[in-house]
Nanobody, 115 residues
Framework: QVQLVESGGGLVQAGGSLRLSCATS????????LGWYRQAPGKQRELVAA???????THADSVKGRFTISRDIAKSAVYLQMDSLKPEDTAVYYC?????????WGQGTQVTVSS
């Protein structure tokens, strides 16, 4: 069973920073694209950022310049550094592993940004 273990969510004031972490197995890390999605109440889940097994990154327009996805190959972990947080970033953030039609999800971690 694929495990994606997230950590790092919490409550922060607007303008603050948080870093999310997602640890997985080396086998998943090697072949899957890893990413972060978020889902706010009443809204659809949306892609925030992703990094391929080759290291290519993509970020949603809404977070470009504020959020950065990165990875630690030795730890089979992916991170989401979130700076200049806004109240509209409030959501449950999910780690995702994708390969074609196959998706695996973490349990989600709550990020709340107060104004």
């Amino acid at each position: 069973q694929v495990q994606l273990v997230e950590s790092g969510g919490g409550l922060v004031q607007a303008g603050g920073s948080l870093r999310l972490s997602c640890a997985t197995s080396a086998s998943i890390f090697r072949i899957f694209t890893l990413g972060w999605y978020r889902q706010a109440p009443g809204k659809q889940r949306e892609l925030v950022a992703a990094i391929t097994n080759g290291g290519k990154t993509t970020h949603a327009d809404s977070v470009k310049g504020r959020f950065t996805i990165s990875r630690d190959i030795a730890k089979s972990a992916v991170y989401l550094q979130m700076d200049s947080l806004k109240p509209e970033d409030t959501a449950v953030y999910y780690c995702n592993a994708n390969r074609g039609a196959v998706n695996h999800w973490g349990q989600g971690t709550q990020v709340t940004v107060s104004s």
